[in-house]
């Protein structure tokens, strides 16, 4: 039977995990209006911006990789999104039989997605300085998680490091 520290501690993290999954699932509805106008879903335009980061270029397992899915799932969506002209998908060099790369359309398509209202509106309950201790707080979540799943941080860039994290 567990200590009485425990089960609170547990409930705890659980609650936690909740508010962080209930938060995520919500933000991204809000959003996914704003992407309705651009006819790209959250995965799409998410994928999109994979590319981006990656210098406009990618292969569908690095896709997968960043996008935490199986690569034969980011293979179809990629056929998909090929089929709307917002990717093209030609041979690979190297160890990657496949490479991908944004077309303009799809540049297009995630350079308006990328600054929306729908962002500042739901972020601005948060002052500045709560915006930035926030992005500590799941900067710091996400690497543990990543080492974790023994995942290094090199082979999931993000872009922009938080103001507020520290080595």
């Given amino acids: 039977m567990p200590a009485e520290d425990e089960s609170v501690s547990s409930d705890e993290f659980f609650m936690l995990w909740t508010l962080i999954a209930q938060t995520k699932d919500a933000i991204l509805r809000a959003r996914q209006i704003d992407y309705m106008r651009y006819g790209i879903s959250n995965e799409r335009r998410a994928i999109l911006w994979i590319i981006q980061n990656n210098g406009g270029h990618s292969t569908p397992v690095e896709i997968a990789r960043h996008f935490f899915r199986e690569v ?15 990717v093209t998908r030609s041979k690979g060099s190297g160890k990657s039989k496949v490479e ?18 729908t962002d500042e509106r739901i972020f601005s309950v948060l002052s500045p300085k709560e915006r930035d201790q926030l992005a500590s707080y799941l900067w710091r979540l996400r690497r543990k998680v990543m080492q974790d799943l023994g995942i290094p941080e090199w082979q999931i860039a993000f872009p922009v490091k938080p103001n507020s994290v520290k080595e």
């Fill in 100 to 117: 991908v790369r944004l077309t303009e359309k799809g540049l297009d398509v995630l350079n308006q997605s990328l600054y929306n209202k």
């Fill in 72 to 86: 034969q799932s980011v293979t179809e969506m990629l056929k998909r999104m090929e089929a709307d002209e917002l």
